[in-house]
């Protein structure tokens, strides 16, 4: 039994430890080396040191070691007493935890259950992985449950585009519900058994286009979603459980998800409390119909420990290039007859920009093309000059933090007027490397060298960098890579099979990249000091890495693994191989 005193002692430690727990900075330096303190430390803090850790803070860019108390970074420093025998048993190096400021959580981990149709060059590389993908998946392709699968390019099948009567590989095939995204997920390509489901004759839909028996672009893609079946909340439960650990892998901690329905939004707060939710979410809430307005279904969420936010929406300007969909000022360079696509008049996104604003959400438009891009600054423009009366375009933006997601080809006028108002741009580095054996062609040279892909020429609006998986990889590294070279992170190359870099003037630092994957997405979700950043009060949020990323070459930055992923405080992923303690 222990003794009254040795009560008496450890009382007055936990009661000193809770002082200084809650105001440690009148206390700290006359406690710092006493008994009490270091007892408190073990008691409420834990100690991580590394062999360097990059902070991302203007108080101490370079540390080796930080404590974390209650999910958050408490302390960072240099750890100038350590012996060197301690430091050179130290392993990885640290960098503040990653964030993707584009993608779609719940699709993603719907595409890890379907066929992965990326990459394939041919209708029997399609068709072969889809009799592949059934073999293993007997439930797939029922009136229930449909056989999916996302990746397909119709200029890989010779120019054309698919038909319903392609998915008829055999007997079999010939009684499945398919339907398959095109890979940049504007387009769905179904079978004839879906087909039969649809109303006759099939009704027009402003802002979409059928453009083949069986497949439908843009808003035209409604007209199916009519009839999918609804997935259960437990196939939609793990998805998002299999992308979080994906997303963890490659060491992102924190995601915009770009586009999240009502109900998902409520599944989402509901599974972001349990131990199984290790990525934040910072997401857009997404109407059931397409580009109105639905205040009444959502409701801005901010969890206390930080897993999940919700005060933005995401409206829809038009579709997307390779599909000829981006809506340009002028006609397409290889398709005269067409300007692509507006989902949405410039009087009614004007409109449901200046309600969700009046409404306290930050709006955030999806712009592909040049036409776009000047209707959603349009918007933006007026709903500032309503929202604060007295301050200046820039000022009001700077509280509101409106985006445009993609900012993908805008013309010279309208970034310069994105630089005067301080519009957000979400950039994907690795769509340029994708589309750059294409671009050109639909857009001409001039456009493409004063519109298009633009990255240098943004960096002073902080730009949010992100992947849009599951459009393409989740990889972070293979982002960073593509905004620092320009070239694919697949080859290595660029559109013309060089090294140079494509339009290599709009390449960025490695500087630059890191931000746009870390402190940029910070700001553009008002978290800015909370995420990002390894320092005082932020999220325990970090990962680790074999070596410090600016001593590699700029080849091995495509390759990099993450050792460590860690939420919180908590390590949520480990790469496979002996276990090592960090000192």
Not at 60 to 81: H, I, M, N, W, Y
Not at 527 to 539: P, Q, S, T, W
């Amino acid at each position: 039994m222990p003794s009254f005193g040795w009560l008496i002692t450890l009382s007055v430690v936990v009661l000193l430890g809770s002082v200084v727990y809650q105001n440690p900075q009148p206390l700290i330096k006359p406690i710092t080396n006493s008994l009490a303190y270091k007892v408190f430390e073990q008691l409420f803090e834990s100690t991580h040191c590394y062999v360097t850790v990059k902070t991302n803070s203007a108080g101490l860019p370079q540390a080796e070691c930080f404590s974390v108390a209650d999910g958050k970074f408490r302390r960072v420093f240099l750890d100038e007493t350590s012996y060197d025998i301690v430091k050179e048993r130290r392993k990885g190096h640290v960098i503040p935890g990653l964030w993707d400021g584009h993608g779609h959580l719940s699709q993603f981990g719907e595409s890890l259950d379907s066929v992965d149709l990326f990459g394939t060059k041919s209708m029997d590389e399609v068709k072969k992985r889809l009799v592949e993908y059934k073999a293993g998946h007997e439930e797939a392709g029922t009136s229930e449950q449909w056989l999916r699968g996302v990746g397909w390019d119709q200029a890989n099948f010779k120019g054309k585009w698919p038909v319903a009567k392609d998915l008829e590989i055999d007997g079999h095939f010939k009684d499945l519900y398919i339907m398959l995204d095109r890979v940049d997920v504007h387009c769905i390509w179904v079978s004839e058994k879906v087909l039969s489901l649809l109303p006759s004759p099939l009704p027009e839909v402003p802002g979409g286009e059928i453009v083949a028996k069986g497949v439908f672009c843009d808003n035209a893609m409604d007209i199916v979603m009519k009839y999918y079946p609804k997935p259960s909340k437990e196939r939609r439960t793990k998805w998002i459980q299999d992308a979080m650990f994906e997303l963890n892998k490659h060491g992102i901690v924190g995601m915009h998800d770009a586009g999240v329905f009502p109900s998902e939004l409520k599944l989402y707060e509901e599974l972001s409390t349990s131990d199984a939710w290790t990525v934040r979410v910072y997401a857009m809430a997404e109407c059931e119909t397409r580009n109105t307005f639905c205040a009444e279904d959502v409701t801005k969420i901010s969890t206390p420990d930080g897993n999940f936010h919700m005060q933005s929406v995401k409206l829809f300007a038009d579709g997307a290039l390779g599909s000829w969909g981006s809506a340009m000022i002028e006609p397409y360079s290889d398709k005269k007859s067409s300007s692509g696509t507006l989902l949405v008049n410039a009087t009614t996104l004007s409109k449901i920009t200046h309600d969700w604003a009046h409404a306290g959400y930050q709006v955030n438009i999806h712009a592909i093309g040049d036409l776009a891009a000047r209707l959603a600054i349009d918007a933006f423009e007026e709903a500032l000059k309503t929202l604060c009366p007295g301050s200046t375009l820039r000022e009001c933006q700077a509280k509101h933090r409106f985006r445009i997601e993609h900012a993908q080809i805008i013309h010279p006028g309208d970034q310069q007027r994105m630089k005067e108002m301080g519009i957000v741009p979400s950039i994907q580095p690795t769509h340029a490397t994708s589309d750059m054996h294409y671009a050109e062609t639909k857009l001409g040279k001039r456009r493409t060298s004063e519109e298009a892909y633009r990255m240098r020429s943004l960096l002073p609006l902080k730009p949010v960098f992100g992947s849009d998986f599951p459009v393409e990889p989740v990889d972070v590294f293979e982002g960073i890579y593509a905004a620092v070279t320009r070239r694919s992170p697949k080859t290595g190359l660029d559109g013309d099979g060089k090294t140079k870099g494509w339009y290599d003037d709009e390449t960025v630092t490695l500087e630059d990249a890191l931000e746009g994957f870390t402190v940029n997405p910070a700001y553009a979700a008002f978290l800015e000091g909370k995420a990002g950043v390894i320092e005082e009060g932020a999220y325990a949020d970090w990962i680790v890495l074999d070596e410090p990323l600016e001593t590699l070459d700029t080849e091995s930055l495509r390759s990099v693994k993450v050792k460590e992923t860690w939420v919180g405080g908590k390590l949520v992923y480990r790469r496979a191989g002996p276990m090592e303690a960090p000192w």
